[in-house]
Nanobody, 126 residues
Framework: QVQLVESGGGLVQAGGSLRLSCASS????????VGWWRQAPGKEREFVAA????????YYADSMKGRFTISRDNIKNTVYLQMSSLEPEDTAVYYC???????????????????WGQGTQVTVSS
């Protein structure tokens, strides 16, 4: 079973930047794509961005376009989420997830993801 580990969260002022990392316990992610999701207190889990390994395609939620960038490092077997121009509304626990290379195939859909990391807290102060 794939294990995912996020890191890089923390406290940042509005307008600042953070880079989150998602590492796989295996030699590869063994998935079609890896996504970043976030969940703020009292809210549903929300799609942020996804990276499809075949073709290096990227997907973003509309509110993140232009501010967030998802990328991967093949050598380090890590997927990154670079976040810029952060706003207090971006405060949430951020999760990375993978689809396990089977099942429902839609990187922007919650139901496609099988494996989840433990999450990392991002707090943006005003």
């Amino acid at each position: 079973q794939v294990q995912l580990v996020e890191s890089g969260g923390g406290l940042v002022q509005a307008g600042g930047s953070l880079r989150l990392s998602c590492a796989s316990s295996g030699r590869t992610f063994s998935s079609r794509y890896v996504g970043w999701w976030r969940q703020a207190p009292g809210k549903e889990r929300e799609f942020v961005a996804a990276f499809r390994f075949s073709g290096d395609n990227t997907y973003y939620a509309d509110s993140m376009k232009g501010r967030f960038t998802i990328s991967r490092d093949n050598i380090k077997n890590t997927v990154y989420l670079q976040m810029s121009s952060l706003e207090p509304e971006d405060t949430a626990v951020y999760y990375c997830a993978s689809d396990g290379n089977f099942g429902f195939n839609n990187p922007t859909s919650l139901r496609a993801y099988k494996y989840w990391g433990q999450g990392t807290q991002v707090t943006v102060s005003s």
